[in-house]
């Protein structure tokens, strides 16, 4: 099983929708838990962090279930420069682990 | 708003060359760390240093790549004999309180080498 699994997408959503990204990871001794942003042939962007209790930031939101070993993000009334691919991101000891990422194109 | 940079933006290099490439993290922090892209596929950690020696590494960095700070800015990545699959987009990234759980954990990447293996 991948230490950090992600659905690979493309999602492909109109402008103005709501937006759901799942991630399961596998090892329990993870620490801290991130979504990151990664524009197409650039670098990877902090998003969020994202917390026990559950996090938002404007449009975005974040939950962890840790007993499930399940992250989410929801991005809600979509932007067209919300395009991107969004890679879920465990920290386990001193390492930074990033999922495959899952793709989002906003159709206007 | 201080960057990680890095050099070369692209490398072309034949099979069995060496390359190294070169970053230079933001100044006060003190964690670095590269990692690898290969097209298409999902960015992969290689190595991670701090305090002057490698901190934790994984199964892709292997006695073919080797990292050091020379001095006090730079952060080189050297691979010493180059396979057609080490293609792939090299990132460099620093943070300033390393990756443990009391921090926010947010490593700062630069815009990436593309190396290219012939």
């Known amino acids: 099983r991948k230490e950090v699994e992600q659905d690979p997408g493309p999602f492909n959503v109109p402008e103005g929708a709501t937006v759901a990204f799942n991630c399961t990871y596998s090892n329990s001794a993870s620490q801290s838990f991130f979504w990151y942003r990664q524009d197409c042939r650039k670098e990877p962007k902090l998003l969020m962090s994202v917390y026990s209790s559950g996090n938002e930031d404007g449009r975005f939101t974040a939950q962890l279930n840790r007993a499930s070993q399940y992250i989410s993000l929801l991005i809600r009334d979509s932007k067209l420069s919300d395009s991107a691919t969004y890679l879920c991101?465990?920290?386990?000891?001193?390492?930074?682990?990033f999922g495959k990422g899952t793709r989002l194109h906003i159709l206007p | 708003e201080p960057e990680v940079t890095q050099t070369p933006s692209h490398q072309v290099t034949q099979m069995g060359q060496e390359v190294i490439l070169r970053c230079v993290p933001i100044?006060?922090?003190?964690?670095f760390y590269w990692y690898r892209q290969i097209l298409g596929q999902k960015v992969e950690f290689l190595v991670s240093?701090?305090?002057?020696?490698?901190?934790?590494k994984s199964e892709i960095f292997d006695d073919q790549f080797s990292v050091e700070r020379p001095d006090g800015s730079n952060f080189t990545l050297k691979i010493r004999s180059t396979k057609l699959e080490d293609s792939a987009m090299y990132f460099c990234?620093?943070?300033?309180?390393?990756?443990?759980?009391?921090?926010?954990?947010?490593?700062?990447f630069g815009e990436g080498s593309r190396l290219t293996v012939l």
């Open positions: 100044s006060n922090h003190l964690y």
């Open positions: 240093f701090y305090n002057n020696e490698i901190s934790e």
């Open positions: 991101v465990v920290n386990r000891d001193d390492k930074i682990i």
């Open positions: 990234a620093s943070s300033v309180e390393g990756t443990s759980v009391q921090n926010t954990g947010e490593l700062f």
